[in-house]
């Protein structure tokens, strides 16, 4: 296992592994692919992330980042599911709140407020 917290949970027929708010903002590299290679092993189908874990430049959707982090979840067949409000500041950029709309109408990848917001989407 690796060092960073995580706890996991079942909802309904899911295999969730949700990443501790304490556990360090991510991005790219080196931790994502901790959590993907943790979520692989531990046969978790979802991974939760709170907000406050994504790095700022996440929701500037110029820098790749949003993409570079979703993208990788995606081809390994783990939903992603971010939990939390996402700062007001960072919803004033239109092409923001487009791809959270988006996001959240596919079936990989969801922007929910909280645990029963991701219960019910699971099921």
């Not at 874990?53 to 995606?74: E, I, K, M, Q």
């Amino acid at each position: 296992m690796i060092d960073t917290p995580f706890r996991m949970r079942r909802l309904g027929e899911s295999t969730v592994l949700f990443y501790e708010p304490d556990g360090g903002k991510i991005a790219m590299g080196y931790l994502l692919n901790e959590l993907i290679a943790e979520a692989w092993s531990v046969k978790a189908d979802t991974l939760a992330i709170p907000i406050s874990c994504l790095n700022p430049s996440f929701f500037d959707l110029s820098t790749g980042v949003a993409h570079a982090v979703v993208r990788p979840l995606v081809n390994y067949r783990i939903t992603i599911a971010f939990l939390g409000r996402i700062p007001r500041e960072y919803l004033e950029d239109a092409a923001l709140r487009d791809f959270i709309r988006d996001t959240n109408r596919g079936r990989s990848a969801w922007f929910l407020d909280d645990l029963a917001a991701l219960e019910k989407r699971l099921g």
